[in-house]
């Protein structure tokens, strides 16, 4: 009877557990097979609307008083980049493109390359609360030990939110209604991250040409924002001093480096691998000094 009883249990446990087991697999497998892009997930064309009127300014476009470069970056579902796209304007836009996973370290590096070409450039991005690309752009750099503090970045998103009556604020929304044009309006950066994972896969190069076009359209789209306020509304458009990240030897083993947000000043000490300001670990400061720093100068004399 208790042996009856024992298994008459099993079954029910079975027959409660066992369908809900299937079920949670199949959506693990269906999630998994959708970020590796084993079907197409573009959502289908639309036509960008358009708008007659210019909407209201607010107040004054704060911008860098420096040089810009508009940059925007794309990243697969895992986080990693892939792609960093970059606008200065006048110049032609450059792009630095993963073909592979594997590739990442490869553009992280030609980034690196073309920032320090271009040190009195500040890097504008649109994220929001998150600075979505500066702190991917960052994590991914350190993630290999590259140079990750040296170059200047402004969101870019605040002053435009604050400048601007609209209805939204993403970039899309913002650049259509000043007129921007998109070339691939139904796009966004979730559908874009898991078409890339596809293009990966399939090797559709039509395909990455559509995912490289959709990020020059953002960082082209930021440009424009800046300039639709300085041809039409160049009295709203006011210039703030960039606090360049720099540093200062005071001993073969210390330097001054200013605070990146604040007006104090801490000291880095190479020799104890030590600096003075409040934090205690991934101190920026002692990251900028290790990027920056020349070597010593030899003392030795030769006979």
């Not at 609360?129 to 605040?158: C, G, N, Q, W």
Request: aromatic share 12%; with cysteine; proline share 5%.
């Amino acid at each position: 009877m208790e042996a009856t009883l024992g298994l008459t249990m099993i079954d029910a446990l079975l027959i409660v557990f066992l369908p809900a087991a299937v079920v949670i697999i199949l959506l693990e497998a269906y999630h998994w097979a959708y970020l590796n892009g084993f079907w197409d997930t573009s959502p289908a064309p639309r036509e960008q609307p358009v708008w007659q009127r210019d909407p209201s300014v607010k107040s004054s476009l704060r911008i860098p008083d420096s040089k810009l470069a508009f940059l925007d970056v794309e990243t697969d579902p895992s986080g990693k980049l892939w792609c960093i796209g970059i606008c200065e304007g006048e110049f032609a836009p450059v792009q630095f493109v993963a073909r592979e996973p594997s590739e990442e370290k490869q553009i992280l590096e030609e980034f690196v390359k073309y920032a320090r070409s271009k040190k009195n450039r500040v890097f504008c991005y649109y994220a929001g609360i998150k600075k979505f690309d500066e702190t991917v752009l960052r994590t991914r750099l350190r993630a290999y030990d590259l140079p990750s503090e040296f170059f200047v970045m402004k969101d870019m998103f605040h002053t435009v939110r604050a400048s601007l009556k609209v209805q939204r604020y993403g970039l899309k929304y913002v650049g259509a209604r000043l007129g921007y044009r998109f070339g691939h309006w139904e796009l966004d950066g979730r559908a874009v991250s898991v078409l890339w994972k596809r293009y990966v896969r399939v090797r559709d190069e039509q395909l990455l040409r559509k995912l490289t076009d959709y990020n020059l359209d953002d960082v082209k789209a930021l440009c424009y924002v800046v300039d639709w306020f300085k041809k039409k509304h160049p009295d709203n458009v006011r210039r703030e001093h960039v606090k360049w990240r720099t540093i200062k030897r005071v001993s073969a083993d210390s330097y001054e480096v200013p605070s990146f947000t604040g007006e104090e000043t801490y000291t880095v000490n190479t020799a104890e691998d030590r600096c003075t300001c409040p934090v205690s670990r991934e101190c920026k400061h002692l990251c900028l000094v290790t990027e920056l720093a020349e070597p010593p100068p030899d003392n030795r004399t030769t006979g």
